[in-house]
């Protein structure tokens, strides 16, 4: 019986040693790996104009996807909340605008809309009506001088 018992034990400890050795080299021959091959792709411009065009291109199928559900459903919230994420990521304020106010007059309660409805309608009217830049004022002298 004992010796059982001491066979286990043993079995035990060379099954917990090994299953260490393997974690250690698996470990070590990934860092190894990564080291000696290492993976840092070199965007260029011209990846980065496909990559914004794809983008811009998944945002507007969303944004279809979303226009289709409120043929169906007008009062969908969801719906209208991400009409108006989608055309904030792609910058379109003017698209974002019509969904934003549906919103508002579907809960005139929800002050967050109200607020981001604000400024949207902000972002427009600068748009419209870019601030002139003003000339600098020259400074005046200090009292007392």
């Known amino acids: 019986m004992a010796n059982k018992k001491k066979g ?5 400890k060379v099954f917990i040693i090994l299953s260490g050795l393997a974690f250690v ?13 290492p993976q840092t792709p070199v965007a260029t411009d011209n990846q980065n104009s496909q990559g914004d065009d794809g983008a811009i291109a998944q945002i507007d199928r969303e944004i279809a996807g979303y226009q289709s559900v409120l043929e169906n459903e007008p009062e969908n919230s969801f719906a209208l ?3 108006v994420e989608l055309n904030l990521q792609k910058g379109d304020l003017q698209g974002a605008l019509p969904p934003m106010e549906k919103l508002v007059a579907l809960n005139p309660d929800n002050e967050q809309y109200q607020q ?3 400024i949207i309608q902000q972002g427009l ?13 020259p400074e005046s002298p200090p009292e007392g001088e």
């Not at 286990?8 to 035990?12: A, L, P, R, T």
């Open 8 to 12: 286990k034990e043993i079995f035990k």
């Open 125 to 137: 009217e600068e748009e419209e009506n870019p601030p002139t830049e003003s000339p600098i004022a």
């Open 81 to 83: 909340e991400r009409l």
């Open 116 to 118: 981001v409805l604000g």
């Open 25 to 37: 080299l698996f470990s070590v021959s990934a860092v190894v790996n990564m080291i000696m091959n």
